[in-house]
């Protein structure tokens, strides 16, 4: 079955030494257990769905006066959804939280409560080889960066994902 987001997502992508820990995890499992390749990043806001213009538009509004401030991974868990079946969730630090909650308000979308994570695995899977990925991969997952930039993406399914503009922040 093919999955897809739908219209524009914000990224808060990885950066140094967590970006290619994280991304050779993701190709890792990826090539294991035959799911997609795909960028680490910490969903900001997805299904965005209005015009590429808007979007660029809302996103230079949302980084204008945002600061730089870190991020933190540090527990893995699962659910069982495809783009949720294996992740890594994020400290909801007040900056992060700030961040995510203005960003709504830019986008106009009332959505459910924020659970910000960087998923490692794509796909439906048995909760039992979960359990033996998690064990299997320790504490590799942990990470830290400074979150400097929020990423615009295109959505699609995973193979179609492309980069619209990087914003940096102030």
Do not use: C
Not at 24 to 33: D, P, Q, S, T, V
Request: proline letters at 5%; aromatic letters at 10%; zero cysteines.
């Amino acid at each position: 079955m093919k999955m897809y987001s739908k219209g524009y997502t914000l990224w808060l992508i990885p950066i140094g030494e967590a970006y290619a820990k994280l991304s050779n995890l993701i190709k890792g499992l990826a090539e294991e257990y035959n799911g997609p390749i795909f960028e680490p990043h910490v969903t900001l806001l997805g299904d965005i769905e209005i015009t590429e213009e808007e979007a660029i538009q809302r996103t230079g509004q949302l980084v204008s006066d945002q600061k730089s401030f870190p991020i933190n991974l540090r527990l893995v868990d699962f659910e069982n959804l495809h783009f949720k079946t294996l992740f890594v969730k994020a400290e909801i630090t007040k900056p992060l939280q700030d961040l995510h909650n203005r960003a709504k308000q830019i986008f106009k979308m009332d959505i459910p409560p924020y659970m910000p994570h960087l998923s490692l695995l794509y796909g439906i899977y048995p909760v039992e080889l979960k359990k033996k990925i998690i064990s299997e991969i320790g504490a590799i997952q942990e990470a830290t960066w400074i979150v400097d930039k929020i990423t615009l993406i295109k959505g699609g399914e995973v193979s179609e994902w492309k980069i619209i503009k990087v914003f940096s922040t102030y």
